[in-house]
């Protein structure tokens, strides 16, 4: 009886692979045979991290007194430990601005007054420019509509 040809590229058609390559794993167990440790891992063996976790655990309330402690008398990194660890980090809010803006004017007309704005004190520049980039994705949005309505008027003739 022949063996089935394997579908293989040209180049590893003659390529046996070597006896004498070391074998990976155990090389005293083979799968199929009974289990080197038929009893297995004892029960209520602990690993060694949940060791660590749970005297860290034990310790915690001792450990968090201590920084605290250093943290009262002066110490700025167990101060910004402690400090990064329960406070909120700040967002940046941008403040509220009051000018002169026309909403139903054209697009150009409202970007000059923003700048105008910004040029007169009453917006920030970073506002500002979230302002135009607003108007900017306005205008795109649009002329996605304008090109909609003269598609569907297209399609309707």
């Known amino acids: 009886m022949t063996e089935p040809k394997t579908n293989q590229p040209e180049w590893m058609e003659n390529w046996k ?7 990976i794993g155990n090389p005293n ?6 289990s080197p440790n038929p009893a297995g891992r004892p029960r209520g063996l602990k690993d060694k991290r949940t060791r660590v976790t749970e005297k860290l655990l034990e310790e915690a309330q001792k450990i968090a007194d201590v920084v605290i402690e250093k943290a009262k008398k002066g110490d700025i990194q167990a101060a910004a430990l402690i400090l990064g660890r329960t406070t909120p980090t700040l967002k ?20 000059q007054a923003v700048l105008q ?20 994705a306005l205008a795109g949005i649009k002329q996605i509509d304008e090109l909609e309505q003269r598609l569907a008027a297209l399609e309707g003739r």
């Open 17 to 23: 692979p070597d006896p004498d390559a070391p074998k």
């Open 29 to 34: 167990w083979c799968k199929g045979m009974p």
């Open 92 to 111: 940046a809010q941008a403040e509220k601005v009051n000018f002169e803006f026309d909403a139903s004017a054209p697009m150009t007309d409202q970007v």
């Open 117 to 136: 704005g910004i040029a007169d004190g009453e917006v920030s520049p970073d506002t500002g420019k979230q302002i135009i980039e607003a108007i900017s």
